[in-house]
């Protein structure tokens, strides 16, 4: 807990004082019947209307002050009794005073209780006030859903002073203070007009209708201009677009800007098409591929040369001039939010998008600099197959080159620090995984720790620790894959204080803005996801927020996003698995290849289908297949998560025989037999029964 929560905590005379007097105002507010008060104003009104608006000013101030529902009403009624001018006046004076009341009562009485139990709460709260100051607090006045009284108390258990508290609920009120008192007014005049929607009635409706959708847009260009105000804005600019990065985000951006006759800056500085194409997907691919296959090394590295020079032209520079888009090759640079410069060459902009990619993460291994190693960006410069290779990384990328290379004759060697491999999978996948490498004479190594890399006159050794033993692995190549880390210096971001999350990606909203909202992130530099298919689908929203906002903005959904692990057998997941579902209420589905005809025509059974289920529905909430093709068949969970359909629409698709495919609505019968009413199935064989004669 940082110091300044801690400091000008009250007394225990100051806290008994205030309790005494809170104590006192709700006695006195639970012996005041509110539609009696009202009719009490309304009569006193007529007649002393000066002494009226006192007694509803108190009223207004102890109401709120206790957090007592309804204060929207209360406005209205400010409105119906006293008038626009007046009563917004009432209301704006009277909410902001009750509203410190409340303030103080969340300082002196929860304070305490709420800091030791939500310390890391109230201390990003804290954190957010003392870098944007009262417009913290504006912006939150300013959303009608956020409850009147939540931020009251909220904002008491902070460190915010009560000065700056005050001003800036009086400030953040005001607008909606006024569309409510003008609504109040309106709805008062109903009963003297022949016409019942006057033009300042629908006025009204319209404003408060319109308030939840504008408030946000307001207080967000509050902030902007503030965020703005230090960069100069160039009166016009080069380019809609300029786009950081030619992977797959970067290339999907500048593909959609200029489709839609934006005027785009693509800017890469080393290949066109990025890690995927140089040095991911596609040749990691083509090695299982050929290692499949019965390829020799030579052969596997020339299917990979191959693959990559039948695919580049898709992803060229000269592909994306003839598209309209203006390629750059160099070194970007971020100056302002409309200007970046590739090696000294300035460009203006309106929106930037960044799309910088990952880069291999290397671990602080003692003696790992000068050892023989590789990572997934260099293991493709490995002229020789190499004897022994020894992997560290028990995920994805180190699954599929292990089985890789122990296919094409190396002794293969995997170490995973955890208890399991492929952790973001269930238990009987990641067993599924370690039986399939260790038939193919991969020795894999859990729970074991890479302690130092040792080098003598046998050569290199990686000396390794399980629940205290050690143990040595002599290697002729090392290779890391234990996760990639997002490329976030180098251009720019530091002099533009864009924020980092926890885990180091770029910090974006839902709709990929960063802090500056015409700077936009995708990709693996943004996360959550690190792979090329969503990359390519955040790209696509990225690039239309980029060049539409604020007019409109465009917002991924995250609900469906497959993931596949190219190995044999193929394992393919989208949604949860129940390891991610353990707190929730599901059932599972299972069904084996063992029991569909292709596979048995192939003599290819390995594997299953998994469906997990929420609980007494069809509702579809993660699927997981592992076995030959599993990719393809996931695109048939995938859309029907997408668009919300059960497993009972993919019970009612026709399905191909005989096709891998049916394993898809063999799963969804299973889910149907056991869904099955007992009761319905006695009623139709007493009609069947009856049938018969």
């Known amino acids: 807990?940082?110091?300044?929560?801690?400091?000008?905590?009250?007394?225990?005379?100051?806290?008994?004082?205030?309790a005494g007097l809170l104590l006192a105002l709700v006695a006195l507010a639970f012996t005041l019947n509110p539609g009696d008060v009202l009719r009490a104003v309304t009569t006193l009104n007529a007649e002393h209307p000066l002494k009226a608006f006192a007694a509803y000013f108190a009223f207004y101030v102890v109401a709120t002050a206790l957090s007592f529902p309804g204060a929207a009403l209360l406005t209205l009624g400010a409105g119906a009794l006293f008038g626009v001018a007046e009563g917004a006046l009432l209301v704006s004076f009277a909410a902001s005073l009750g509203a410190s009341l409340a303030f103080l009562t969340a300082r002196f009485l929860l304070r305490d209780f709420a800091l030791a139990r939500f310390p890391a709460l109230f201390t990003r709260i804290d954190e957010g006030i003392a870098r944007d100051g009262a417009l913290y607090l504006v912006s939150l006045r300013l959303v009608p859903v956020i409850p009147f009284f939540a931020v009251n108390l909220l904002a008491g258990l902070t460190t915010l002073p009560l000065r700056r508290f005050y001003f800036a609920s009086q400030i953040g009120m005001f607008p909606a203070t006024l569309i409510y008192v003008n609504a109040g007014a309106s709805l008062a005049t109903l009963g003297h007009h022949g016409a019942i929607l006057t033009p300042r009635l629908i006025t009204g409706l319209l404003l408060l209708a319109a308030l939840p959708i504008a408030a946000p847009r307001l207080r967000d260009m509050s902030s902007a201009?503030?965020?703005?105000?230090?960069?100069?804005?160039?009166?016009?600019?080069?380019?809609?677009?300029v786009v950081i990065g030619a992977g797959a985000a970067g290339l999907v951006s500048a593909y959609v800007a200029s489709a839609v006759r934006a005027k785009v800056t693509l800017i890469e500085q080393a290949h066109m098409g990025g890690d995927c194409l140089n040095t991911g997907c596609v040749p990691s691919k083509a090695l299982l591929h050929a290692a499949k296959?019965?390829?020799?090394?030579?052969?596997?590295?020339a299917a990979i040369k191959a693959a990559v020079d039948g695919i580049a032209p898709h992803d060229s520079a000269a592909r994306y001039v003839n598209l309209g888009v203006d390629v750059r090759q160099g070194r970007a640079m971020i100056e302002s939010p409309w200007c970046v410069s590739v090696?000294?060459?300035?460009?203006?902009?309106?929106?930037?998008?960044?799309?910088?990619?990952?880069?291999?993460?290397?671990?602080?291994?003692?003696?790992l600099a000068t050892c023989?190693?590789?990572?997934?960006?260099?293991?493709?410069?490995?002229?020789?197959?190499?004897a022994r290779l020894t992997i560290l990384g028990g995920g994805p990328i180190g699954c599929e080159m292990a089985q890789a290379f122990a296919r094409l004759g190396s002794a293969v060697t995997l170490l995973e620090m955890a208890d399991r491999l492929?952790?973001?999978?269930?238990?009987?996948v990641s067993a599924a995984m370690t039986?399939?490498?260790?038939?193919?004479?991969?020795?894999?190594?859990?729970?074991?720790?890479?302690?130092?890399?040792?080098?003598?006159?046998?050569?290199?050794?990686?000396?390794?620790?399980?629940?205290?033993?050690?143990?040595?692995?002599?290697?002729?190549?090392?290779?890391?894959a234990i996760g990639r880390k997002p490329r976030v210096t180098g251009y720019g971001l530091e002099t533009l204080g864009i924020p980092l999350t926890k885990t180091k990606t770029i910090e974006t909203d839902a709709w990929l803005q960063t802090l500056y909202p015409n700077i936009l992130a995708c990709g693996d530099v943004a996360g959550p996801y690190q792979f090329t298919h969503t990359a390519g689908y955040q790209a696509g929203y990225a690039a239309l927020t980029a060049l539409l906002s604020p007019f409109w903005r465009?917002?991924?959904?995250?609900?469906?996003?497959?993931?596949?692990?190219?190995?044999?057998?193929?394992?393919?997941?989208?949604?949860?698995n129940e390891c991610e579902a353990q707190n929730l209420a599901y059932e599972v589905t299972r069904y084996s290849f063992a029991e569909l005809d292709r596979a048995i025509a192939e003599a290819d059974t390995e594997g299953f289908v998994k469906v997990l289920t929420k609980k007494g529905s069809d509702k579809i909430l993660g699927a997981t297949i592992v076995g030959t093709q599993a990719g393809e068949l996931l695109t048939g969970f995938t859309i029907a998560m997408r668009h919300n359909l059960g497993l009972k629409k993919l019970l009612g698709v026709i399905y191909p025989y005989p096709t891998r495919s049916e394993a898809i609505r063999a799963v969804a019968g299973l889910w149907r037999q056991k869904h099955a009413s007992a009761r319905g199935l006695a009623l139709l064989e007493l009609f069947h029964g009856w049938r018969r004669g």
């Open 372 to 386: 023989p190693h590789a990572t997934s960006e260099t293991l493709w410069d490995i002229a020789a197959l190499p």
């Open 225 to 241: 201009r503030k965020l703005y105000a230090k960069w100069p804005r160039p009166k016009k600019f080069d380019r809609n677009l």
């Open 554 to 576: 465009f917002k991924p959904n995250y609900r469906a996003v497959p993931a596949v692990t190219y190995t044999n057998p193929e394992i393919a997941r989208v949604g949860l």
């Open 293 to 301: 296959h019965g390829f020799n090394f030579a052969q596997a590295r």
């Open 343 to 367: 090696d000294g060459t300035q460009i203006t902009t309106r929106a930037i998008i960044i799309a910088a990619g990952a880069e291999p993460f290397i671990p602080p291994i003692p003696g």
């Open 1 to 18: 807990m940082s110091a300044a929560l801690t400091k000008r905590r009250p007394g225990t005379a100051g806290t008994v004082l205030f």
């Open 435 to 480: 039986a399939a490498l260790r038939r193919d004479g991969v020795t894999v190594l859990i729970g074991h720790r890479a302690a130092e890399i040792l080098h003598d006159t046998n050569g290199y050794s990686l000396r390794a620790e399980q629940d205290g033993q050690i143990v040595t692995i002599a290697f002729d190549r090392l290779l890391v």
């Open 422 to 428: 492929l952790l973001r999978e269930d238990d009987e």
